[in-house]
Every structure is written in C-alpha cells, then in structure tokens.
C-alpha cells in the first residue's frame, strides 16, 4: 500500500512559479514511476508529467513542455513539480500518482492516488 500527500499548492499570478511536493510513504518509493494530473473545473482529469523509477525518464503534456519540469528524490521519498511562467489556464488541482509497472501518460494506469492541492493562477 502506498499514500501519497500533495503539497505546495496556492495562489500565484500569472508568469509566476510553484513547486508542487508529493511524498511516499507505505512502500519502497523508487519502486514506483510517478505521474502528475491535474482536473480543473468542469473539465476531465488530464496528464501533465510523468517521471521514470531512476528519474532519468520524464514525459509532459504538450500544453506544460517547456514550463514544468518533474524531478524526484528517492532519497526523500518525494516527487517534485516546478511549475514556471504559469498561465490562468494551469488553474487546477493537481494530483500525484504512483504506477508500479511502468512510467505512463495515462491515468487508469496508475495505481495509488494523493488527495490533490489546489492551484490557482490569477491573470
């Protein structure tokens, strides 16, 4: 069994940064790739990174490549997302996940699921 808490989310303006945190704890952390979703109002949940067991393997949503970057410390159990040049469209909660078979872009993959922290973007 894995849990996962989120945190780092807020309020920020336009063109600013945040870093989101997830940590692990119940199982081996680095035994797991580990993915980042976000679901904004009246819309469907939706990928926006993913990062390998290693951390040598990252994939992001065309709408976040360039902004965010996924890192993690497996030393620390933690999975990070540095969020920059955020745009009001980032506006959401944002959930981490855990995959224990492979890193994934695809949510019903992913086994283990964090309570989600609000991100809130104003323009």
């Known amino acids: 069994q894995v849990q996962l808490v989120e945190s780092g989310g807020g309020l920020v303006q336009a063109g600013g940064s945040l870093r989101l945190s997830c940590t692990a704890s119940?199982?081996?952390?680095?035994?797991?790739?580990m993915g980042w979703f976000r679901q904004a109002p009246g819309s469907v949940r939706e990928f926006v990174a993913a990062?390998?067991?290693?951390?040598?393997?990252?994939y992001y949503a065309d709408s976040v490549k360039g902004r965010f970057t996924i890192s993690r410390d497996n030393t620390k159990n933690t999975v990070y997302l540095q969020m920059n040049s955020l745009k009001p469209e980032d506006t959401a909660v944002y959930y981490c996940?855990?995959?224990?078979?492979?890193?994934?872009?695809?949510?019903?993959?992913?086994?283990?699921w964090g309570q989600g922290t609000q991100v809130t973007v104003s323009s």
């Open positions: 119940g199982r081996t952390f680095s035994s797991y790739a």
């Open positions: 996940a855990a995959n224990r078979v492979r890193v994934s872009k695809f949510g019903p993959d992913y086994d283990y």
């Open positions: 990062i390998n067991l290693s951390g040598d393997t990252t």
